[in-house]
């Protein structure tokens, strides 16, 4: 990826995150929102000569990261992270950026629900019928 191909394809220079050895470029978009506001927001980055995009999801009002993106075991997440994914998947599409096997990948949820279930204290115990 060029700068002129970042930037003509809607990303940024970053000028926090650049510094006088590497450029970055980032390039955001809503990822899920609530009666028309945007809650949730992606933030695409890429540093200029690297082959990786960096993915993060930040809630907009406070401008932290979205804790249950990178979290998801704890709490029931799956379908609100399977949209968003989707969203995510969607714009890496739309510009041509590879995407790894296991970004987004929908069995990834599943398999998260399965170990909650599992962990369950209540589930499963020998004897209690389940």
């Known amino acids: 990826m060029t ?5 003509s394809n809607g990303f940024r220079h970053n000028r926090i995150f ?8 980032t ?3 809503p990822v899920y929102k609530c009666e028309g506001f945007v809650i949730l927001e992606c933030e695409l980055r890429v540093v200029l000569g690297e082959d990786r995009v960096f993915v993060d999801v930040y809630d907009r009002n406070s401008i932290n990261r ?13 379908k ?14 739309r510009l041509k950026i ?18 909650r279930k599992r962990n369950d204290a209540n589930e499963g115990e020998p004897g209690s019928g389940r």
Request: aromatic fraction near 18%; avoid cysteine; glycine fraction near 6%.
């Open 3 to 7: 700068s002129e191909w970042l930037l």
């Open 18 to 25: 650049s510094n006088e050895d590497t450029e970055v470029f």
């Open 27 to 29: 390039y955001r978009f």
């Open 66 to 78: 979205y804790a249950p993106f990178y979290y998801s075991g704890y709490g029931n997440y799956t």
């Open 80 to 93: 609100m992270l399977d949209d968003i994914w989707l969203k995510i998947n969607t714009n890496l599409k």
């Open 98 to 115: 590879k995407q790894l096997k296991d970004m987004g990948d929908n069995n990834e949820g599943k398999n998260k629900k399965n170990k």
